[in-house]
């Protein structure tokens, strides 16, 4: 498998990481390809070369494409239908997905959006949407699997009267982990963040691999700046996987009806999933395991709620390697309504395709229909996704 590392000491931002990829080896001309193919104005960008004390970098200058074109005004559902649309390749298109959806739910939680397609921030968008696409693009070209990244720096203090990080950086970095540098200001952007936080399986340190290529980017002109580092390797680690922490507890002696209560509070505090499987223990008494799987980040928070919520004396805590499917969400049109269905891709290919119960279940009780019905109808529209008719 091939991984890009991403190492942004001073920060990310969307032009440093586009830059970089450029260094690596990507070129100019599959950005603007993949630009065309997505029928977006695509600007003014500018690569030049700057020589730095350690180093040559690329200096990225991107000009955005002027106020009334195609981004003017778009909501998320306009730029999903056009991505959807377009010719780029499958694995391309749920990348750019994933960083567009991504961005929208930030938009939608600063802005207390009560629509579920906000108008999106004008300002931000070139970034995470031209420059978001020139990565995905330049990272197929490249052909890397995974990318992973180092802890995010943020900054700190005040820009413009406003706290560092901006709000919508805040939102994008959620669950992830960042920090900060004294009197150092905005060191990762709104585009950067998008971008890395969609992309990026894991934040941590340098994975074990195969160094086969660096690539550096920046947006500075100052040559004492600190560039955004990216390393491409060769891996056996399977594509799409994870590391992830499993927390397991034994448990005899507590009531059952409270497993209900702990459950809600381990997903409320972000568990990926929470598992009871009964088994004997000493003295032949029957229990449970209760199974928390988690992100690296959330072992300390989770740990202390079994601890509290339950009658445990202690959890288990190790670390394994999870393979996933590139999971995105789309909608079938049913004639119960429209249904979301959550996607799977495996190689750049839809293997898998199951209508969302609760929307099945809602459709159903609205329509006073069995919900078997509305599942079996929203399962049959999703076959030519499966068999490559289109999608």
């Not at 056009?82 to 994933?98: C, K, V």
């Not at 020139?134 to 900054?155: K, T």
Request: glycine share 8%; charged share 20%.
């Amino acid at each position: 498998m091939r991984i890009a590392y991403v190492h942004g000491v001073a920060g990310v931002t969307a032009p440093a990481l586009l830059g970089a990829l450029l260094d690596a080896g990507a070129s100019l001309e599959a950005v603007q390809t993949g630009w065309r193919a997505l029928g977006l104005e695509p600007g003014e960008l500018t690569p030049r070369r700057l020589v730095l004390p350690d180093c040559t970098a690329i200096s990225l200058t991107f000009i955005p494409p002027s106020h009334g074109t195609s981004l003017s005004h778009a909501t998320s559902d306009d730029l999903q239908r056009r991505i959807e649309h377009s010719g780029i390749s499958p694995t391309a298109q749920q990348r750019l997905l994933t960083v567009l959806h991504r961005y929208a739910d930030a938009v939608g939680r600063v802005h207390g959006a009560q629509d579920t397609t906000p108008e999106l921030p004008a300002a931000s968008l070139p970034d995470v949407v031209l420059l978001g696409s020139g990565v995905v693009f330049a990272l197929e070209e490249l052909g890397i699997d995974q990318c992973v990244a180092a802890p995010l720096n943020l900054g700190e203090g005040s820009v413009q009267g406003r706290p560092v990080p901006h709000p919508l950086v805040a939102e994008l970095v959620r669950g992830i982990p960042v920090h900060g540098e004294s009197s150092s200001g905005e060191r990762t952007t709104i585009g950067g963040a998008a971008i890395i936080t969609a992309l990026a399986v894991d934040f941590g340190p340098l994975p074990s691999m195969t160094v086969t290529g660096t690539g550096y980017g920046t947006v500075a002109t100052d040559v004492s700046s600190i560039p955004l580092q990216i390393l491409l390797g060769e891996t056996e680690t399977p594509a799409a996987a994870e590391r992830i922490a499993v927390l397991e507890a034994n448990i005899d002696d507590m009531n059952p009806e409270f497993y209900d209560d702990i459950a809600a509070r381990l997903f409320a505090h972000g568990a990926l999933d929470v598992t009871l499987t009964p088994l004997f223990m000493k003295k032949h008494r029957p229990a449970n395991t209760l199974t928390v799987l988690a992100p690296r980040t959330k072992v300390s928070e989770l740990s202390r709620l079994m601890l509290r919520h339950t009658s445990s004396f202690g959890v288990r805590v190790y670390e394994v390697w999870r393979q996933k499917l590139e999971r995105f969400m789309r909608e079938v049109t049913t004639c119960y309504g429209p249904i979301a269905v959550k996607c799977g891709m495996l190689d750049g290919h839809m293997v898998q395709a199951a209508p969302e119960y609760d929307a099945c279940k809602r459709a159903a009780l609205a329509h006073d229909v069995p919900v078997r019905l509305v599942y079996a109808e929203a399962a049959r529209l999703t076959t030519p996704w499966l068999t490559g008719e289109h999608g």
